[in-house]
């Protein structure tokens, strides 16, 4: 059975900090994308992040670029997001998703993934 479970959230204070972590199991976690997501209340789920399969190569939308890090622990099957500098705007349920990638372009489009964990909620405070 695949799994994919997300933990970390918690609530923070603007210019703060959170690490995610999505646990992967029941499929080869090598040969997966894995990405992170969020949708806030009210809007569409967003692609944040994302690890290649293979050489692991790393993507960010615009809106993280910079203050957040993803990074893979493949002996433990574990993807972790580092989040520094949160703004309000970074509040959301935040969701990691397990795919693919044939085309660096998709890699944080939805369709790309197949398999989605439970979210996470991320709060931060003004």
């Known amino acids: 059975e695949v799994q994919l479970q997300a933990s970390g959230g918690g609530l923070v204070q603007a210019g703060g900090s959170l690490r995610l972590s999505c646990a992967a199991s029941g499929f080869s976690f090598d040969d997966y994308a894995i990405g992170w997501f969020r949708q806030a209340p009210g809007r569409e789920r967003e692609g944040v992040s994302c690890i290649s399969a293979g050489e692991r190569s790393t993507y960010y939308s615009d809106s993280v670029k910079g203050r957040f890090t993803i990074s893979s622990d493949n002996a433990k099957n574990t993807v972790y997001l580092q989040m520094n500098s949160l703004k309000p705007e970074d509040t959301a349920v935040y969701y990691c998703?397990?795919?693919?990638?044939?085309?660096?372009?998709?890699?944080?489009?939805?369709?790309?993934?197949?398999?989605w964990g439970q979210g996470t909620l991320v709060t931060v405070s003004s």
């Open positions: 998703a397990a795919g693919l990638l044939l085309y660096s372009d998709y890699a944080l489009e939805t369709p790309t993934y197949d398999y």
